[in-house]
């Protein structure tokens, strides 16, 4: 009876923290402005989800942690220095991946291994790979009339709680970032240690 009991307990302390992450999730996403083509994530909301992620400390039950997204539309002229929301999750373990608003924030600390792949449509792109706000990473994109693919990976030591997220650089001209039929636009990551 006992087992029963402590399952029962770390059962509803998973439920209880899934609503409070919810609940951190839906303000976050009331503060994800939607200005036409640009979409913008406040520096103070996004240092108010890192501070709550990082005293989370939520893992998956074997304690991997992985995280692997692609966007499901096109974005037309994405316009420069974009945060890139992967809006659709293949997986997440460890549920450090945000895909509301297009950040991974660390779970733990760790060597981590993030790779991208950016489709591109009549149109060049540059594009970054930031943690905690410093470039680590950076891919050039480019396509005349059909659709070409750049990916680029790095392997950064990460900090439990900092911010993980790609964006498009300051250099691009107005083509397409595509997500379809022909591939995938996708964002990933996971621990090597």
Known sequence: MSGRLETEVRLREQLEE??????ICQKEEDNVTDGGSDVIVSEPSLKTLTKEKRSSGIRSSNGTIAFS??????LSSPGNLRTLIFDAIFTNEGNGY????????????????FTWTIRTSSG?????????GLIY???????????DSS???????VVAGQSVYIRTGPANNGGTIYSGNEGFSTFSGWTVD
């Open 69 to 74: 997204a692609y966007l499901t539309t096109a």
């Open 98 to 113: 945000n895909h509301h608003i297009g950040v991974f924030i660390a779970p733990r600390t760790g060597l981590y291994v």
């Open 151 to 157: 990916s680029a990976t790095a392997v950064v030591r």
């Open 137 to 147: 990473g950076w891919v050039y994109s480019a396509s005349n009339y059909h659709y």
């Open 18 to 23: 899934r609503v409070r992450r919810s609940q």
């Open 124 to 132: 060049y792109f540059n594009t970054q790979l930031l943690v905690n």
